[in-house]
């Protein structure tokens, strides 16, 4: 396994929690790219020959390798794109199935397949939409750039979790991210499940929304789901499980459901239950790259497009001048902060395991600024 995220908080929420999972603002991370180890099952076995095709309007796109979660396509344009626009969003067809261009990888672009366009789709809205996914909602939110510096307000109010730890270390504003990772089973379902409620209760938000994979989540109490609070879209747990790559589109169909709420001025608070989409698709990508070149690719450059890659979902968290505002929690399965402490101390014999679990006091932070003191202390 690897983890791409690299924390740069300058606080995070760590032993004295006594729990599982950590927390860090989505916006102090730096999301590297460094070497992959993937763990995809036999990729080059799913592969097919290349197939020229064009799609509708100006594009001219050709599949360099298939596959039944992604393709890999080399697209050209008959003319430029127009400043700060691009392929991404663009619904082509192949093989029956529509796809949809999500991601640069090399010189190439990744499109996901468009579920519900060749068979009934088994991600649906439970609450708050009415019928199967709406596909076009995905294309619609890529094709959308992420507000800019410009159309942001400064936060002005927090959005109470209900948590006392997390308000106090790691609080939320309206239009900020936050992600929530650890190993399976520490709690990170049930900590966004907590958030969502108590947002709801308090009615902090016009419109809370759930993107789960997971059909054993904690369910949301029935009795905060008043008409149109609160909209889930999940994936059904019948037939054969799908890879986490093929459920791309529908994350950010998700994220286009919240920005609507964001956009007509009102608050809207969105959990997404994993980020697994994102980081099957882009070790896909990367596979099927490697494959089309026949060799490694640029390290630095595939750092970047990256970087692009997840800045185009978390930067849609925002505060807009309209008033609108878009809230993300993110949920990231990792098993870094164990390899980091506990299973490092274990090697190290008992008494690290003792010093590893012991709790900080205050004397641990002496010469810190007051004002992280003052937080530590009611904390």
């Not at 199967?132 to 909602?137: P, R």
């Not at 012991?358 to 003052?374: C, H, I, P, Q």
């Amino acid at each position: 396994e690897f983890d791409i995220l690299q924390v740069m908080a300058a606080s995070l929420i760590g032993r004295s929690l006594g729990q599982g999972y950590r927390l860090a603002s989505l916006s102090a991370l730096r999301l590297a790219c460094p070497p992959l180890t993937r763990t995809l099952a036999s990729p080059a076995a799913h592969l097919k020959a290349p197939r020229r095709f064009c799609s509708s309007g100006e594009l001219h796109v050709e599949v360099v390798e298939s596959h039944e979660e992604g393709l890999l396509a080399a697209v050209t344009s008959s003319q430029p794109f127009a400043k700060g626009k691009s392929a991404r969003g663009t619904v082509i067809q192949h093989e029956g199935i529509s796809w949809v261009l999500v991601f640069q990888i090399d010189r190439y672009w990744y499109a996901a397949p468009l579920l519900g366009s060749a068979e009934p789709s088994r991600v649906r809205w439970l609450k708050g939409h009415e019928g199967s996914t709406d596909s076009q909602l995905a294309a619609k939110c890529l094709r959308q750039p992420t507000p800019t510096q410009a159309e942001r307000a400064q936060l002005a109010k927090a959005l109470p979790s209900g948590v006392v730890a997390v308000d106090v270390l790691a609080p939320i504003g309206l239009g900020q991210s936050l992600l929530i990772f650890g190993p399976q089973g520490a709690g990170k379902s049930t900590l966004a499940n907590q958030v969502l409620e108590y947002a709801l209760t308090r009615r902090q938000v016009d419109k809370a929304l759930r993107f789960l994979s997971d059909p054993c989540a904690p369910p949301v109490d029935p009795a905060l789901q008043s008409a149109g609070a609160l909209a889930e879209l999940a994936l059904t747990p019948s037939g054969e499980p799908l890879r986490p790559a093929a459920l791309l589109a529908a994350l950010f169909e998700a994220v286009a459901a919240a920005e609507e709420v964001r956009d007509s001025g009102q608050n809207a608070l969105l959990v997404l239950d994993t980020v697994a989409p994102l980081l099957s698709a882009w070790d896909l990508a990367v596979t099927m790259a490697e494959a089309a070149r026949a060799s490694p690719l640029d390290v630095d450059g595939l750092s970047a497009q990256r970087r692009e890659f997840f800045s185009g979902l978390f930067e849609r968290a925002a505060h807009l001048r309209n008033g609108g505002t878009l809230t993300m929690l993110a949920l990231v399965e990792t098993e870094a902060m164990a390899a980091l402490s506990i299973a490092q101390a274990a090697k190290d014999g008992p008494e690290s395991i003792r010093e590893v679990l012991d709790a900080f006091s205050l004397n641990d932070f002496v010469g810190r600024k007051e004002v992280e003191l003052e937080r530590l202390r009611r904390l």
